[in-house]
């Protein structure tokens, strides 16, 4: 049974860092994409970034682009999110996923919540300005 546990999260000052780990149990990850989502109240489920825990190719959100990076520790079965320049629009509830199948030729078709099929229990990053 897949398992996927956030942490890191809490509350930062606006330019600020924090980085977000997700540790994944269960199997054997090679072949899976994995994926970072947002949600913030009142707001729809947001994609943030994705990897592939095979070659490591990675896929980011036009909000976070060149102030996130996804990555991942094959040896520690740990995802990555490392958030820098953060802003109070970042604040919300950050989630990782993980998917096996299908297996698309391109990363931008991983960024709707329904392709994923685990999810962890989320962590709070918040903002202040």
């Known amino acids: 049974q897949v398992q996927l546990v956030e942490s890191g999260g809490g509350l930062v000052q606006a330019g600020g860092s924090l980085r977000l780990s997700c540790a994944a149990s269960?199997?054997?990850?090679?072949?899976?994409?994995m994926g970072w989502f947002r949600q913030a109240p009142g707001k729809e489920r947001e994609f943030v970034a994705a990897?592939?825990?095979?070659?490591?190719?990675?896929y980011y959100a036009d909000s976070v682009k060149g102030r996130f990076t996804i990555s991942r520790d094959n040896a520690k079965n740990t995802v990555y999110l490392q958030m820098n320049s953060l802003k109070p629009e970042d604040t919300a509830v950050y989630s990782c996923?993980?998917?096996?199948?299908?297996?698309?030729?391109?990363?931008?078709?991983?960024?709707?919540?329904?392709?994923?099929?685990?999810w962890g229990q989320g962590t709070q990053v918040t903002v202040s300005s």
């Open positions: 269960g199997r054997t990850f090679s072949g899976y994409t």
């Open positions: 990897i592939r825990w095979s070659g490591g190719s990675t």
């Open positions: 996923a993980a998917t096996r199948y299908p297996n698309y030729s391109s990363l931008s078709y991983y960024t709707a919540p329904n392709e994923y099929d685990y």
